[in-house]
């Protein structure tokens, strides 16, 4: 079995690869060719715990991915100066069920959920935009910053979060990296974040929306990635109301998000009008359909990105020769 930690985890997932895998990996759940069940959780009350499991069976035309995510979410662990939440990855074979990797979790679906918005940008957004938004600077800003730039030639990225140290060390750490330009500027407010930007991504895990629909250009692409319960809202009912709506899950999104479920219960949108992402790259339905409209796309993430994504990790990491291989 190979184990991969969270640095050899990024080196075996390049963000360009991640992507193509994401399109491939919604195209398979929304044509039926992916076993997605809903995930199980245990609550482990007298240490404030929570686990959830999340197994997933992709039967792509080119190559099939069988695996299995971990997520303990503990929340007394910051105050014994330990990360809130952990997870792993756990990659069998789909041909004979073998335990293939053991991976890190964090790094793969902070890696994977950026590759799914760079799938949505790339279906979604104007092709010839120049300029981004971030709401947030915490790690899954970082990737969703890394996604649009790998599929969009971007020369100007404004980034706004509360806490103005934070986004300072996002500007520090990503100017220049890969695709990302040098170009990197930090934002008084989402106001200003938002007045030139053709695409915006909001990675924070806010109750209440970050911006204001009135500060959106005409046009414009958002990504939201951060609430992940009905009782959080990044992106305003108004905006939501007047986008093309897609989202990764039909199912998840409407179960999971306070960005769709507001909305839905004000009788702004209806559950016919929202497409999965899938869809659109299949062709299937339409995507953008003038040049003024907003489109918005929701990821609550599913667990056929992490047995895909984990599927190309292990992959890469043993083309590249990463990793520990031990004997089970």
Not at 179 to 186: F, Y
Not at 274 to 297: K, Y
Request: overall charge negative; aromatic content about 4%.
């Amino acid at each position: 079995m190979l184990i991969l930690n969270a640095s050899e985890v990024a080196q075996a997932l390049p963000m360009a690869e991640a992507i193509e895998a994401m399109q491939q990996a919604y195209i398979a759940l929304s044509t039926g060719k992916a076993d997605v069940p809903l995930r199980s959780r245990i609550s482990i009350e007298a240490a404030e715990g929570l686990a959830l499991f999340m197994p997933a069976h992709l039967q792509a035309d080119e190559e099939a991915a069988l695996a299995i995510k971990v997520v303990s979410i503990f929340n007394r662990n910051p105050s014994r100066g330990l990360p809130l939440i952990h997870a792993a990855v756990l990659v069998l074979d789909s041909a004979t069920g073998v335990v293939e990797a053991l991976l890190e979790g964090g790094s793969l679906t902070a890696i994977r959920t950026g590759a799914g918005s760079g799938v949505a940008t790339d279906l979604l957004a104007h092709r010839d935009v120049k300029t981004a938004a971030i709401l947030g600077a915490g790690v899954q800003a970082r990737t969703q910053l890394e996604a649009v730039c790998a599929v969009r030639s971007i020369e100007t990225a404004w980034v706004y979060a509360p806490d103005a140290a934070s986004v300072d060390a996002f500007i520090a750490a990503m100017k220049g990296q890969g695709p990302i330009p040098s170009d990197l500027r930090a934002a008084s407010g989402p106001e200003q974040a938002l007045k030139d930007a053709d695409i915006v991504c909001a990675a924070t895990t806010s109750s209440t929306p970050v911006f204001a629909d009135s500060h959106l250009k005409p046009g414009a692409h958002v990504n939201g990635v951060g609430s992940y319960a009905t009782e959080m809202q990044e992106i305003p009912a108004e905006t939501v109301a007047r986008a093309l709506v897609a989202v990764d899950s039909r199912a998840a999104a409407l179960a999971e998000c306070g960005d769709l479920g507001v909305p839905l219960s004000e009788g702004l949108i209806t559950k016919s009008a929202i497409a999965e992402i899938g869809e659109i790259a299949a062709g299937a339905r339409p995507g953008r359909g003038s040049e003024e409209q907003i489109t918005f796309f929701k990821s609550v993430g599913v667990a056929v990105q992490d047995a895909a994504a984990g599927q190309l990790a292990v992959r890469n990491a043993r083309r590249l020769g990463l990793g520990v291989e031990v004997e089970l």
